[in-house]
């Protein structure tokens, strides 16, 4: 049985006088869409690489960036960014985060240059890492929703209103001199952040949230334990920029079982917000309830 050789197996195109399959046509196409997006990419980040190379940092390489500067644990990223200053001193430097420019800074002068800056009032996106701990407030939340929640919680901090937290400082500090007597005569340096921490976190729950959380005396708090962690997860995702992306930062979450601690540290707040609105809606149907029995008496 003889096979018909009137079709090729591969259509061919010409161009110029240069036959080309049509798998080389598609080869070419992307590669040119390819060379366009990045032309396009440095066009319009002409600008920060023009003052990028003014300024002295770590070296950096494609997608990754200084990324490599910052690979480790925490404790050994916090010594190379300890060491990173060091080395370029209290001069400004650049460190690219991925694709994008940092800008080190740690003279006084040059920190209320930024703080009294109005163009700097928009949070930076890696803000955004922090949404899953602390959700969207004025920590994290961008300018148009931030200056609202300002303005909303401003009379909130006045003198008379904290007047009223002074017994729970006073407890709570109470509980943390305690706790640091415990470290007098030992010769082994201890971390005093562990026990600032704690005080911290539980004069915040009690006088934001009503809700004594006390971790100072129970070691073994779920809620400050996933804080903890979430807060360590939040920082070092902004020096690994493969990371980023948040549906790679989700899939990482699961494979490693780190989305656990998120829930954890959700259930506390959730069950606290809840428990509120129950007694807001409870006191409310009674202050109504009293309402109407005052106006039948005074009807009668």
Known sequence: MEVSQDFPATSKHSAGGLRMTSTELTAYAIISFI?????????NRRHFEKVAAKMTGPPSYPIIGSGLE?????????????KLFEIYGSEPFKV???TSLGVTISKPEDVQIVLNSSKALEKDKFYKFFKNT??????????????????????????????????????????????????????????LWDYIA??????????????????????ESEFAEALTKASELDSMRIYKP??????????????????????????????????????YAKRKMENKTNAINVNDGDSE
């Open 96 to 98: 690219w985060l991925g």
């Open 242 to 279: 493969w990371l980023y992306p948040d549906i790679i930062f989700s899939i990482y979450g699961k494979l490693t079982g780190l989305h656990k601690v998120y829930k954890t540290l959700h259930k506390l707040p959730n069950q606290v917000i809840k428990e509120m609105k129950e007694t």
């Open 35 to 43: 060379v366009v997006l990045w032309f396009h990419y440095k066009w």
């Open 134 to 191: 602390v959700g969207e407030g004025l920590f994290s939340a961008p300018v148009h929703k931030w200056r609202r929640h300002r303005r909303l919680i401003t009379p909130v901090f006045n003198a008379n209103l904290l007047d009223q937290f002074f017994p729970v400082f006073n407890e709570k500090n109470r509980i943390l001199t305690v706790n640091l007597k415990k470290e007098l005569g030992k010769t082994q340096p201890f971390d």
């Open 198 to 219: 704690n005080t911290t976190l539980d004069i915040i729950c009690q006088t934001a949230m009503g809700y004594n959380l006390d971790t100072q005396l129970n070691n």
């Open 70 to 82: 910052f690979v480790g644990t925490p404790q050994q990223v916090i010594k190379r960014i300890i």
